[in-house]
């Protein structure tokens, strides 16, 4: 492909969370601080006011809203003849403007709920850092109390800000423009917004660039949000947990993509995006089967009042996506082989674990699979 095209694909997670990695879990169980009271503002119900733009609108089209918006002006007899009205009988013609998307948050203006959930991020961030041994991938936390400041545009030497919400709402937007067939001098234009929940918590973005002859790069925006709210409050719980993993595992995501997209010279968008989501779904194996392991540990430690039970009901609500239908045998994997092996086989050779879980009778050993790591990898 000659042309240079642009593919964003975003990991939409049901739960996320961020932390520091010089807040370690101590073995000690009285010097864990109990989080349990956040569990009593996660179940209280959600605000849906004030919300604040996060982040610019960028060009979008989403065939289901639009679908969806056209059935509505179909239906509203009243709007169409507000409009009809305007142009005294005469035959009307209208077409789409333009349809953009943007996200919008709903800042955390309570103290108390705010500092707990902030807490909670650092401290089980920094346990699953020392559990891991890996390094903090974060500069700093920001809970958002009011109107956004400038969202970073250039990646900080220190590391990814992490910004804290109380939710978070896609909103989607088309602008009509209506015109009268035999003068086409006077216009009307109607805007439709559809607001959109969908129970995630937090997104990572990642960028592919197809330039000449095929070369692709990568890159990611220097930030990332989470919500401390959701239908299962064991998924706030989760949130700094998965969203670290992910922005740990996501270079060697990125390095397998590649090595894909470079062996198949694809020559249509289409064959780009089917490579992203393979891939995401593999990561998303990885990070789940982690999760799985991990988040017990926390609870036990930091939230002792929560039922970890509710991570099957978590895991049967992914399982209704397809990006986590590779979850439940990763899940088996990593409790077979263990955390850490898990993680360095997937930094040395994502390939490899996709392999364990998708051929398992024919996948290689977890010994095999890591003889030729490089040592960095092997001491994870």
Same mark, same amino acid.
């Given at each position: ?34 989080? =349990? ?74 103290? #108390?709920?705010?500092?707990?959930? #902030? ?15 890996? /390094? ?14 400038? @969202?970073?545009?250039?990646? !900080? ?10 939710? @978070? ?22 805007? @439709? ?9 937090? =997104? ?29 409050? @064991?998924?706030?719980?989760?949130? /700094? ?18 090595? #894909? ?35 017990? #540990? ?8 929560? !039922? ?73």
């Amino acid at each position: 492909m000659t042309c240079r095209l642009r593919i964003i694909f975003v990991y939409l997670i049901l739960f996320i969370l961020a932390g520091s990695s010089t807040l370690l879990a101590s073995t000690d169980v009285r010097e864990n601080p109990d989080y =349990s009271r956040l569990l009593s503002f996660v179940k209280l119900k959600d605000l849906e006011h004030p919300l604040v733009a996060f982040g610019g609108a960028e060009d979008d089209f989403d065939r289901k809203l639009n679908r969806e918006n056209i059935a509505f002006m179909n239906q509203d007899k009243a709007l169409l003849a507000r409009i009809q009205s305007q142009f005294k009988g005469e035959r009307l013609k209208w077409h789409l403007t333009t349809s953009f998307k943007q996200l919008l948050a709903v800042p955390e203006n309570r103290a #108390e709920y705010a500092r707990l959930f #902030e807490n909670y991020c650092h401290t089980a961030v920094g346990y699953l850092l020392g559990r891991i041994r890996m /390094p903090n991938p974060y500069s700093h936390f920001v809970t958002l109390k009011g109107p956004l400041p400038n @969202l970073p545009d250039t990646p !900080d030497p220190q590391g990814i800000t992490v910004y804290l919400v109380h939710n @978070l709402v896609d909103e989607y937007i088309e602008e009509y423009l209506f015109f009268s067939q035999d003068d086409d001098q006077s216009k009307i234009k109607i805007k @439709l917004s559809n607001r959109v929940d969908d129970g995630k918590v937090g =997104s990572v973005t990642s960028q592919v660039t197809i330039g000449a002859d095929n070369q692709f790069e990568f890159s990611r925006l220097p930030y990332t949000v989470w919500q401390n709210s959701a239908k299962n409050p @064991l998924n706030v719980l989760i949130v /700094p947990i998965e969203e670290t993993l992910h922005i740990l595992m996501r270079p060697s995501t990125e390095r397998a993509m590649k090595a #894909e997209l470079a062996e198949i010279h694809p020559t249509r968008l289409a064959q780009v995006q089917e490579v992203v989501d393979h891939w995401i779904a593999v990561e998303e194996a990885i990070v789940g089967g982690v999760v799985w392991q991990v988040v017990p #540990e926390v609870c036990a430690r930091f939230v002792p009042q929560e !039922d970890t039970n509710r991570l099957t009901i978590a895991l049967a609500e992914r399982e209704e996506h397809p990006q986590y239908r590779l979850l439940r045998q990763a899940i088996k994997t990593v409790a077979d082989i263990g955390v850490n092996q898990a993680l360095a086989i997937y930094r040395n050779n994502p390939l490899d674990f996709k392999e364990m879980i998708t051929q398992p009778d024919a996948a290689p050993t977890a010994q095999s699979a890591l003889k030729a790591q490089d040592p960095a990898a092997g001491r994870t």
